[in-house]
DNA sequence: TTTCCTGTTGCAAAAATTTACAACAAGATA
DNA sequence: TATCTTGTTGTAAATTTTTGCAACAGGAAA
């Protein structure tokens, strides 16, 4: 995933938000440490390059870039929470609860149940990336054993 | 939600789990304190009656029922967890973003969703309780003024 | 009933996450 | 460049959630 930052730059600073060190480092770090990336992972890559870069903002600024749509949000097994880009080609998660497993589904796959939701209810699902859970052909046939 | 204790109790005993008086209590407090019940909720409510219960015991145990399907884990605003009964007529979730309200949608709006992925990838998607994350109509149109 | 096996619990400590608040610094303005 | 406003950070403490382990207790079997 190529993280342009100068696009990214402008476009916090014309919210009214600032451009730290803090929040670069961090968005370097997401961008390559790769898709599902947890705080604790940002943590130890930005922590080793700036020392007193604290935990508590790597989650205050991991919460805020998802806010402004920068990151998405992933749910994975078990209730971890990951970060990963949000990039123009969102995918999308089936997570089996047994084996922890991930397939990805292509976006298309949800297209019309999106649309569908924003014609019946008006809301606007936030496609960057969602995570479905159940169990797995594998995790089904030999659990019913 | 009523909460038939004898047939979950059979079944708990059927797949070689106990039936303590700690899971029957916490298994009772999700059903009368409602819909989507937080581990704190639970805690507060059970402490009350059983003082020496303690919260590892809360958070094992909701866990537990989950993955006995006996609950439902609740996706809701910000990442925050909750439980309800895991009952016969399941209902999802339309959480808004930024006023963190919810809308219900009947189990039948994601019907052919769901059959398409077991078609397609052999994926069985828990349906008790699925929630999608996005942005209502009212702050839609607030926000883009 | 008594015995026995092993699933469960409470406790305490660890780990993860959030929060309050004072010091700091980005960047707009002059 | 110096100044000023206000968004951000670090620290430490508070919360929340998870984990290791020894003591305990459910319930099957005798
Ligand atoms: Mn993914
Ligand atoms: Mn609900
Ligand atoms: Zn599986
Ligand atoms: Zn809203």
Redesign the pocket.
């Known amino acids: 995933m190529t993280c342009n930052t100068a696009e990214i730059?402008r476009q916090?600073?014309k919210s009214?938000?600032?451009?730290?060190?803090?929040?670069q480092l961090i968005l370097e770090a997401v961008c390559q440490l790769g898709e599902h990336v947890?705080?604790?992972t940002v943590y130890d890559h930005v922590h080793r390059i700036?020392p007193?870069?604290?935990?508590?903002?790597v989650?205050?600024?991991l919460?805020?870039l998802t806010e402004q749509r920068i990151l998405a949000m992933v749910l994975m097994a078990?209730?971890?929470?990951a970060y990963e880009m949000s990039g123009p080609e969102p995918h999308h998660h089936l997570v089996c609860r047994t084996c922890d497993s991930l397939l990805e589904l292509p976006h298309s796959v949800l297209q019309s149940f999106l649309r569908a939701m924003e014609t019946q209810y008006d809301f606007e699902i936030d496609v960057s990336h969602v995570s479905f859970f159940g169990h797995c052909a594998d995790c089904r046939s030999s659990d019913g054993a």
């Open positions: 730059n916090l600073r009214g938000y600032r451009v730290t060190p803090q929040r947890t705080p604790e700036a007193t870069l604290s935990r508590a903002t989650y205050r600024v919460h805020f078990e209730g971890r929470l």
